[in-house]
């Protein structure tokens, strides 16, 4: 079967940047990702797609081969070398997404993470969580300081953790505490045998005779907790902010938090990274003698000058009226698209001298 288009798939441009790319990238993983669509056997598919197509076009090499030869330029790589050169887990994980190579679904099986390799620091810490937060233009150019609530599982007091009424549990007696049972089937000279998890103790090797009831035998419990964190103006759609130890509860540790925005699509101003678009009615005589008109913009009123013999769809440009960009002091512009229109209800003296002007 035939390979899809990589920039299809993605769906960019062929001179799209590095940085549109990787955008593009996380806008589908957010999507389509396995914890956003768990038992969804398209949306698995439709990842593997998005990621071998992230995997080669944010690689110079392997993207210069495909823009020459498409896919017959990567016949030489194997699906490890494909994907050897992308940290995965980073770039999801500041979007509050799993771990896709150690994910149940195993979309990269046998293949190295550079992340990896740093997993046995994580032991004992509690699971990262993610927050949604939707943001309305006002807050992409001021910022927003503003009190969350998040809740997550800490562990039972009342049991220990145990999820036994008063902490007592008892040595499971069908696997003698091991947690697990061993089935032998012989056969000759040979001896096989498969070790799979107790299912009366569920791998625990204990056994709870009474539930602890402020758990209900669960061994923990739903916190609430409020947070206060600070969106930045300039924020656009996809961006995450990280909170170190805010997330879920471990034996060690905490999980780190992260919010991840949305900005609402707003009806008067058009969003494309720093500048904002809006369409402005004008007149069509003021458009041919030219002038200034004032017009809504992000921050109060704008005056916008005309040059004369302006067109229905030019562009008027009002420079540092746009939206901030994030970490930077740089502010984008205000782009005015201009639908000029025929005025009506003209008295006899306005028609008079328009027709005095069509005869000059």
């Not at 509690?126 to 309305?136: K, P, Q, S, V």
């Not at 007091?157 to 499971?172: I, M």
């Not at 096989?192 to 204990?206: T, Y």
């Not at 905490?254 to 402005?280: A, I």
């Amino acid at each position: 079967m035939d390979k899809s288009d990589f920039y299809s798939v993605l769906g960019i441009a062929r001179d799209s940047s590095q940085d549109e790319i990787k955008k593009a990238y996380r806008k589908l993983a957010m999507k389509y990702h396995p914890d956003k669509n768990p038992d969804d056997s398209d949306s698995m598919k439709k990842m593997k797609d998005i990621n071998e197509a992230y995997a080669v076009l944010s690689d110079p090499s392997k993207k210069q081969l495909y823009d020459t030869y498409g896919h017959r330029g990567l016949e030489g790589y194997t699906q490890e070398d494909i994907f050897s050169t992308v940290d995965f887990d980073s770039i999801l994980k500041g979007f509050g997404l799993g771990d896709l190579f150690g994910s149940r679904e195993g979309f990269f099986s046998g293949f190295s993470s550079r992340s990896r390799g740093n997993r046995s620091k994580n032991v004992g810490q509690g699971a990262d969580l993610r927050y949604d937060l939707e943001i309305d233009i006002n807050d992409v150019v001021h910022g927003l300081d503003k009190q969350i609530e998040i809740t997550y599982k800490d562990s039972c007091l009342e049991c220990n953790s145990t999820g036994a009424e008063n902490g007592s549990v008892d040595s499971c007696t069908y696997c003698d505490g091991a947690g697990q049972v061993i089935a032998e089937q012989r056969s000759g000279f040979t001896v096989m045998r498969q070790v799979s998890p107790c299912l009366h103790c569920g791998g625990k090797g204990v056994q709870v005779k009474d539930r602890c009831k402020k758990c209900e035998g669960l061994g923990k419990l739903d916190v609430n907790k409020k947070i206060n964190i600070t969106i930045p103006a300039g924020s656009d759609d996809g961006h995450a902010i990280k909170i170190e130890g805010e997330g879920g509860a471990g034996s060690s540790r905490f999980g780190d938090l992260y919010v991840v925005v949305s900005v609402k699509e707003d009806v008067r101003f058009f969003r494309k990274g720093s500048d904002v678009y809006t369409e402005e009615n004008v007149d069509s005589i003021l458009a041919a003698t030219g002038g200034s008109i004032d017009i809504e913009g992000l921050r109060g009123t704008l005056l916008m000058n005309l040059p004369q013999g302006s067109q229905n769809g030019d562009k008027v440009i009002i420079e540092e009226s746009g939206l901030p960009e994030i970490g930077s002091s740089m502010v984008g512009r205000h782009i005015v698209i201009l639908k000029l229109i025929t005025p009506t209800g003209l008295n006899k003296k306005q028609l008079e001298l328009l027709e005095q002007f069509n005869n000059i």
